[in-house]
């Protein structure tokens, strides 16, 4: 498709659940971001993609979340034994490069209960 | 026609200028954010908003809930506020978020 592709667009969970997000990115972006936003909070960065190069996970909260992109296109975030604090929209975004001219996608609303 | 709408695409202002960047959006939000992104930068969130006006050093942003606008202001602006600027909105139905395209700013010495 011609944007960010974010699934699943709402995924409900029961605490203590692992889950997987995806985001395809737009062809060719060699840059891609994970982003969250908690009920009421700014966006917090969780990790960053830039082609080959070793990923920023500078972001991550703990070691329950993890990510990985495969083959520098689609990115998976995992989230283990999830807890209610992590219910969040998960935001992707690609760019060309780490310049400007960033896509966004719509985002993976996540909530566990 | 797109839910959010910032203008201008693109400004080019001289250092110490006053700097306005206007977003417009049509659906109900439950929050409006300014972001900021520096070139080989990660995105930056400056405000979340929901009523009236914040302000963050020579940043400052305000919101119209009646008229669905928001401006974010830029005092004295300085050749490190060259960035992209995106305007994001929380809808009120789903959480999800809406994101205008951008405004790219660059400021001149």
């Known amino acids: 498709g011609a944007g960010v592709s974010q699934s699943p667009s709402n995924k409900v969970t029961e605490k203590g659940k692992d889950v997987e997000l995806r985001c395809d990115p737009i062809?060719?972006?060699?840059?891609l971001y994970w982003y969250r936003q908690s009920l009421g909070q700014g966006l917090e960065f969780l990790i960053y993609f830039q082609g080959n190069s070793a990923p920023d996970k500078s972001g991550l909260p703990s070691d329950r979340f993890s990510a990985e992109r495969t083959g520098g296109s689609v990115s998976t975030l995992t989230i283990q034994r999830t807890q209610q604090e992590d219910s969040a929209v998960y935001l992707c975004?690609?760019?060309?490069?780490?310049?400007?001219?960033?896509?966004f996608g719509s985002g993976t609303r996540l909530t566990v209960v | 026609k797109n839910e959010v709408e910032q203008s201008p695409q693109n400004l080019t202002a001289q250092e110490g200028e006053f700097i306005t960047i206007n977003c417009s959006y049509s659906?109900?939000?439950?929050?409006l954010h300014w972001l900021q992104q520096h070139p080989g930068g990660g995105i930056v969130s400056l405000f979340m908003l929901s009523s009236g006006k914040k302000k963050h050093g020579r940043l400052i942003a305000t919101i119209n809930i009646q008229e669905k606008h928001s401006s974010l202001h830029i005092t004295a602006s300085h050749p490190r506020d060259s960035a992209v600027y995106i305007c994001a909105v929380t809808m009120d139905s789903n959480y999800q978020l809406i994101w205008g395209a951008g405004t790219k700013l660059i400021i001149k010495p």
């Open positions: 659906v109900g939000i439950s929050a």
């Open positions: 975004a690609s760019s060309p490069s780490s310049g400007y001219g960033y896509t």
């Open positions: 062809s060719g972006h060699t840059a």
